[in-house]
């Protein structure tokens, strides 16, 4: 997300680029994923005073595998206070650009690509025990529905990673249960042009952002 993260900061936004462990990494999965991510995101204000940032409207864009946490994300304040991931006082996030990101695990896996999440699905959720036994209740943003951020799903009409109705039908399901949602489908795009800096998809999602969090 580099290219994008400096894109983005050109464009007068100020741009907090984060990392996490994946599940092919020593630590990553569940819960360490997750708890990158959250501990990154709460970092920003501990942060905010030295680089003047304003946290009164904070945005989150993600795309792929950043998609569906971007949106996990914003959900935390949904999260049972029975998870491990739960926390106190999660960072307010106020709009999500979902980017062709699988924000409805279960319904994505037997659509997307196996080693994008069916393949790893366990490592990435954690296995279902006694304590914990529905293993996408704190994981899978749409068992967090309804919360609080506008979201926008985008996605490539071409993505034979994030097909389109993934993000259409999660979209459809945040709306139902009241949630702040639309869908976005750029026609000829695939996967990748969405984090392009310069493609069609990717200045659409900047036009996006910025009206979201103009002042």
């Not at 790893?120 to 025990?129: D, K, V």
């Amino acid at each position: 997300m580099d290219f994008a993260a400096e894109d983005l900061r050109q464009k007068g936004l100020a741009v907090w680029n984060i990392e996490y462990r994946g599940v092919d990494e020593a630590g990553g999965g569940y819960p360490g994923t997750f708890e990158d991510v959250s501990r990154a995101a709460d970092a920003l204000r501990d942060h905010a005073s030295q680089f003047n940032l304003k946290l009164d409207r904070v945005g989150a864009i993600g795309h792929s595998a950043g998609g569906h946490l971007a949106l996990w994300l914003a959900a935390r304040p949904k999260l049972p206070k029975s998870s491990t991931l739960w926390r106190s006082n999660p960072l307010h996030i106020d709009f999500v650009v979902n980017s062709g990101g699988l924000a409805d695990l279960d319904a994505s896996a037997p659509v997307t690509q196996a080693a994008c999440l069916s393949s790893i699905m366990e490592a990435l959720t954690g296995a279902p025990s006694g304590a914990r036994q529905d293993v996408l209740s704190d994981t899978s943003p749409v068992e967090l529905l309804p919360f609080a951020a506008h979201q926008v799903s985008v996605n490539g009409e071409q993505d034979q990673i994030a097909p389109p109705i993934l993000g259409e039908s999660y979209t459809d399901k945040a709306i139902a249960t009241g949630s702040d949602a639309r869908f976005v489908l750029v026609p000829n795009t695939g996967h990748v042009e969405l984090v392009a800096p310069g493609s069609e998809a990717f200045e659409l999602q900047a036009a996006i952002l910025l009206e979201a969090l103009a002042d």
